[in-house]
């Protein structure tokens, strides 16, 4: 199985900041990486799909980057909508895999 | 706007099969496209995917849980179905379907359902 590693595990931030949460694959995964954003007792939305492309209707201050084992994940500009816990998940091979999560809450 | 919706028992005997539905509204299984999945979420924990299936009939299972899995479809009620047998108390967890892209899209799920809680328990 790909191993999914993200990074940091939790994260406090402030309205109006920009953040980045990094996923690190076991191995290259080329750009078959997608990331979501959970809220407590909610199903994951997904919000950027193949590493940096922008899932319909998720705002632009969200974005992706990444390819082979790097990637990671920015929000410009702190939402309070924003605070929640996000995963990255490899689509590379089955099984799909998800990392631990960053939880992001308010500094 | 495609909406998923699981159902089946909230709580559930130890060594007993756990039987959950998922049913789909606003898209039709049998187009084809997309892979129906199950993931499952411990409590205060992490995702698992469980497994998913084309509308042909063809699956995919997480090894972990091969043997003891069945994921089925019935395209006539535009239905996928999870069997998970000799439960314990390990498969307490939040289950969702969802409904994936194919791999060369990236394998996302983009709707889910709202998750139902199952709990092994004698």
């Known amino acids: 199985d790909i191993q999914m590693t993200q990074s940091p595990s939790s994260l406090s931030a402030s309205v109006g900041d920009r953040v980045t949460i990094t996923c690190r694959a076991s191995q290259s995964i080329d750009i078959y990486l997608n990331w979501y954003q959970q809220k407590p007792g909610k199903a994951p939305k997904l919000l950027i799909y193949a590493a940096s492309s922008l899932q319909s209707g998720v705002p632009s201050r969200f974005s992706g980057s990444g390819s082979g084992t790097d990637f990671t994940l920015t929000i410009t500009s702190l939402q309070p909508e924003d605070f929640a816990t996000y995963y990255c998940?490899?689509?590379?091979?089955?099984?799909?895999?998800f990392g631990q999560g960053t939880r992001l809450e308010v500094k | 706007q495609v909406q998923l919706q699981e159902s089946g028992p909230g709580l559930v005997k130890p060594s007993q099969t756990l039987s959950l539905t998922c049913t789909v509204s606003g898209g039709s299984i049998s187009s084809g496209g997309y892979y129906w999945s199950w993931i499952r979420q411990h409590p205060g924990k992490g995702l698992e995917w469980i497994g998913y299936?084309?509308?042909?009939?063809?699956?995919y299972y997480n090894p972990s849980l091969k043997s003891r899995i069945t994921i089925s479809v019935d395209t006539s009620k535009n239905q996928f179905s999870l069997k998970l047998s000799s439960l314990t108390a390990a498969d307490t967890a939040v289950y969702y379907c969802?409904?994936?892209?194919?791999?060369?899209?990236?394998?996302?799920?983009?709707?889910w359902g709202q998750g139902t809680l199952v709990t092994v328990s004698s």
């Open positions: 299936i084309y509308y042909s009939g063809s699956t």
């Open positions: 969802a409904r994936a892209t194919p791999p060369s899209s990236s394998s996302a799920f983009g709707y």
């Open positions: 998940q490899q689509g590379y091979s089955t099984p799909s895999t």
